[in-house]
């Protein structure tokens, strides 16, 4: 996103000059000179636009075909829950509101790398690897039905809604990780181009 908006940033420094100078219409002769330069600028900032949108929509390319069935996107984790937060600045996920106890399922197929307690917040979680640098994981568990190392197909239940570490309320807190493992350098991507 940091990409994203420096582009924007970047194509209204170099398109600046030129709707300044068509509104001065006073010297066109440096307009002319400059131009070839703020032409250049601007396609490049295209480009980068283009490109940081391309990335941001097709995350299914990166998720590669382990996935099995459907298209590679991801399975809403928690069927009927809705929404509760959006990923932004200071929440590096989403959280699907539940109840406790309701079943959680893996979005995609993998290999839980973690399950169990942590004490970062996530009370209970599950991670899940599923290749090509992606991972989910799965935090304020009420109860963990995996266990390290164990193989989950898309969908499978791997636990229940809770709200174990730091949550006011029975919900999921679901984590995309993408190019980073779980606890290491945060990597966090928002989910909801994955599904
Ligand atoms: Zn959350």
Request: net charge positive; proline share 6%.
């Amino acid at each position: 996103m940091t990409l994203f908006a420096l582009s924007l940033v970047v194509l209204a420094v170099a398109t600046a000059p030129i709707v300044l100078a068509w509104i001065e219409r006073g010297r066109p002769r440096r307009l002319a000179a400059w131009a070839p330069l703020y032409g250049v600028l601007a396609a490049a900032a295209v480009v980068v636009v283009v490109a940081e949108v391309v990335r941001g929509r097709s995350p299914a390319a990166a998720l590669g075909n382990y996935s099995g069935t459907s298209n590679g996107r991801f399975s809403w984790p928690v069927p009927g829950g809705h929404i509760s937060q959006y990923f932004h600045y200071g929440h590096p996920g989403i959280d699907i509101a539940g109840r406790t106890g309701d079943l959680v399922h893996a979005a995609a197929a993998g290999t839980v790398i973690y399950a169990g307690w942590r004490n970062n917040g996530g009370g209970y979680v599950v991670w899940v690897s599923h290749g090509s640098g992606i991972y989910t994981t799965y935090n304020h568990l009420s109860a963990v039905l995996v266990g390290t190392g164990q193989h989950v197909s898309r969908g499978q239940i791997v636990g229940r809604v809770g709200m174990t570490g730091w949550a006011t309320g029975p919900h999921l807190h679901f984590e995309v990780w993408r190019g980073g493992v779980p606890g290491g350098v945060d990597r966090r991507v928002n989910p909801l181009p994955y599904f």
